[in-house]
Nanobody, 125 residues
Framework: QVQLIESAGGLVQAGGSLRLSCSAS?????RGWFRQAPGKEREFVAA????????YYADSVKGRFSITRDNRMNTVYLQMNSLKPEDTAAYSC?????????????????????WGQGTQVTVSS
């Protein structure tokens, strides 16, 4: 069983920045973030393949969000810049141990076996 520990989210003004982190109890092969706003479906945000650092982003966050990894700390970071009110959501870290199909399925929540509890990010206008 892998435990994912997410950093606290927070309240930030539109245009501001926030960084989330996700550490795991054991190394994983893939790591990523999904989010869900009230009354909306869960959506993919970003993902990274640990071996080569390949990254994937949702179109809605490209150019504003950046996902990186720290091998020594076994931690992944989601740097969120130029935040918008529509970024308000509960953000959940995900992780898995397979890479087959990652290029095509990185944005599918079912691809990941482990999920964090989620952390709230609120962007005020």
């Amino acid at each position: 069983q892998v435990q994912l520990i997410e950093s606290a989210g927070g309240l930030v003004q539109a245009g501001g920045s926030l960084r989330l982190s996700c550490s795991a109890s054991t190394p994983t092969v893939t790591r990523g973030w999904f989010r869900q706003a009230p009354g909306k479906e869960r959506e993919f945000v970003a993902a990274i393949r640990w071996s080569d650092g390949s990254t994937y982003y949702a179109d809605s966050v490209k150019g504003r969000f950046s996902i990186t990894r720290d091998n020594r700390m076994n931690t992944v970071y989601l740097q969120m810049n130029s935040l918008k009110p529509e970024d308000t959501a509960a953000y959940s870290c995900v992780a898995g141990f397979k890479t087959d199909g990652f290029s095509a399925q990185h944005n599918n929540g079912s691809y990941y076996r482990y999920w964090g509890q989620g952390t709230q990010v609120t962007v005020s206008s």
